[in-house]
């Protein structure tokens, strides 16, 4: 009997599984690029007592335009990227999955198509799937980066109206030059196109390298996405934001569920925001370990990709999951995804990353080690 019989689903979703990385209870997780540090008490103290705040007035429906957290995140985008942004040119929602389903609510459809460029976050071809948009993929190169011209190539031939871009990109951490971003919005825009680029690792990215929300004036129909799971400790709260032209904005808006964020997620996300300066204080040893993780791997005789996230893409070995068990067996998770061959870690603590090196460099002695 199947697990569907008796229900009218959509006939392409009977095959699928709902998306998620494996949640286990071990030492050391180190999988789905979380920030390791949890606030500090007097953050927890403050987002509490704003919570607090909000309970009083559950009764009441939230402020479903939230212009004061908008009003905030454009304040904070001005500080970390120097973008000029009004709370208007801002959205939110919960986490950017949410933000990046209303894009293709809103730009995607029947007889519409999205192109992104794999490997990337597995989440978009769902995305797609979900809002009956067509999914196209293009292909980066052997090393991950992405050709230009094939970018601007595929977008003449598909004709999408979104294509989606993450930088740095997930899972391979490899973030987009800016003038690879401007030639693919100016394209977009000629052709009546949406060109998103996924930034929720951006406060990893390597000191000197521009977000694409410096682009925002000369592009409207540009849209830059974030989260506030990974560099601001906050993926319990789940809140992901955008920012954009005002235009592009109100087009979200019309798709949005009412209320979709709650006051209780508001009062989270703006109580962070008064400490973003703590909250983003462990970025700086986040990237250290990075890099340093990149180096010891690459000494263990093992490929590693440059990173500008939070996270290493590693291998390639004969079997991978046979690697990425013998760690669990170990107490140590990390994710089994990108192309065959590769695994991903993110980065933990110094004694997080400590165990991770000392259960890899244990199997590499063995037959389950065996790289290709």
Request: charged fraction near 20%; glycine fraction near 6%; avoid cysteine.
């Amino acid at each position: 009997m199947g697990r569907f019989d008796g229900l009218p689903i959509r006939e392409e979703l009977k095959s699928f599984e709902p998306y998620g990385a494996p949640q286990l209870d071990v030492p050391i997780l180190l999988n789905v690029n979380e920030n390791p540090y949890p606030p500090s008490e007097e953050t927890v103290a403050d987002i509490a007592a704003s919570v607090t705040e909000a309970a009083r007035g559950l009764n009441r429906y939230p402020d479903r335009e939230f212009l004061d957290l908008r009003a905030d995140l454009a304040a904070y985008l001005g500080r970390e990227s120097g973008a000029q942004l009004t709370a208007e040119q801002v959205w939110a929602a919960n986490g950017s999955n949410e933000v990046m389903l209303h894009i293709l609510q809103a730009f995607g459809g029947p007889g519409r198509t999205a192109l992104s460029f794999a490997p990337t976050y597995s989440m978009y071809p769902e995305y797609a799937r979900d809002t009956n948009t067509a999914w196209v993929t293009g292909r980066r190169a052997e090393d991950f980066t992405l050709d230009q011209s094939k970018a601007l190539a595929a977008i003449s031939r598909h004709h999408p109206s979104v294509v989606l871009l993450a930088s740095p990109n997930n899972p391979t951490g490899t973030a987009l030059p800016i003038q690879v971003v401007e030639a693919l919005a100016a394209r977009t825009a000629a052709n009546g196109a949406v060109l998103v680029v996924d930034e929720a690792y951006a406060e990893f990215r390597r000191t000197g390298t521009p977000s694409a929300v410096t682009l925002l004036p000369s592009y409207p129909n540009l849209a830059v996405a974030r989260t506030m799971s990974k560099a601001f400790a906050l993926a319990g709260g789940r809140v992901g934001y955008l920012a954009a032209s005002k235009q592009l904005v109100d087009a979200l808006r019309i798709v949005r569920l009412p209320y979709h964020l709650s006051a209780v997620t508001q009062a989270v996300a703006r109580a962070a925001l008064r400490h973003s300066e703590e909250l983003l204080g462990r970025v700086e040893q986040l990237r250290v370990e990075r890099d340093e993780t990149v180096d010891w791997l690459r000494s263990q005789g093992l490929r590693a990709v440059d990173s500008d996230a939070n996270f290493v893409l590693f291998g390639t070995f004969a079997d991978r999951h046979a690697v990425w068990q013998s760690l669990l067996d170990d107490g140590v998770l990390i994710r089994e995804t990108g192309p065959d061959g590769w695994l991903r870690v993110s980065i933990g603590t110094g004694a997080e990353m400590a165990a991770f090196r000392a259960s890899l460099e244990r199997v590499l002695k063995t037959d389950i080690g065996r790289l290709t």
